[in-house]
């Protein structure tokens, strides 16, 4: 085991990672009941006075609580992501924190859009068939909810390519010196102006 891998380990707080994997094992094991009830007699039928299948509505309640799940989990996959990235490396440098806290906020709406994503396609056997000709509206009320993580998602992109590309820059290239610094300032001063 090597220095960067204890240091993580000890930064990784085990509760959280308990959590953050009881919750996505409970996710599977729903889907995987769900799986199960798809194929038992007769749920294939109509519910009475209704368009939908029993089928459907299972998917429906199963669909919701993954989604629950997910969204529950996420704020725990952003501290794992951030903990893990937060480290030092093998030389010893910290990592910006920056990065570390951009990275956990991208995994966070990265969930949230899942939670978005699961909700809408097992929802979609149940509510569109009771929708008839106003589809459309079930597909526009998540296109509008799945905006929401996308927008946040692209964000936390946008901040993070700086200092990526300085973390990489150090890496491949080494640290850049004052002067270099103050040059490359002078020369992007001279390109604006």
């Known amino acids: 085991m090597s220095s960067n891998d204890s240091a993580?380990?000890?930064a990784l707080d085990r509760d959280t990672v308990r959590s953050a994997s009881?919750?996505?094992?409970?996710?599977?094991?729903v889907v995987g009941v769900l799986s199960v009830v798809t194929l038992l007699p007769g749920i294939d039928r109509l519910v009475p006075f209704a368009p939908v299948t029993f089928a459907a509505v299972a998917t429906g309640v199963v669909a919701l609580a993954v989604a629950g799940i997910l969204l529950y989990a996420a704020p725990k996959f952003a501290q794992l992501t951030r903990l893990?990235?937060?480290g030092s490396d093998a030389e010893g440098d910290a990592r910006p924190d920056r990065i570390a806290e951009n990275a956990g906020g991208m995994?966070?709406?990265?969930?949230?859009f899942g939670?978005?994503?699961?909700?809408?396609?097992?929802?979609?056997?149940?509510?569109?068939?009771?929708?008839?000709d106003a589809a459309w509206a079930y597909d526009a009320a998540f296109l509008?909810?799945?905006?929401?993580?996308?927008?946040?998602l692209v964000a936390r992109l946008t901040v993070t390519v700086?200092?990526?590309?300085?973390?990489?820059?150090d890496r491949v290239a080494g640290e850049e010196s004052e002067a270099d610094a103050r040059e490359s300032t002078a020369t992007d001063d001279r390109d604006d102006g």
């Open 162 to 169: 700086d200092p990526l590309a300085e973390l990489v820059a």
């Open 115 to 132: 939670a978005v994503l699961v909700a809408y396609r097992g929802l979609a056997g149940a509510a569109i068939p009771l929708l008839n």
């Open 144 to 152: 509008f909810v799945a905006l929401v993580p996308v927008v946040f």
């Open 8 to 10: 993580i380990g000890s």
């Open 107 to 112: 995994a966070y709406w990265l969930v949230v």
């Open 22 to 29: 009881k919750l996505l094992i409970g996710a599977l094991a």
């Open 84 to 86: 893990a990235l937060d």
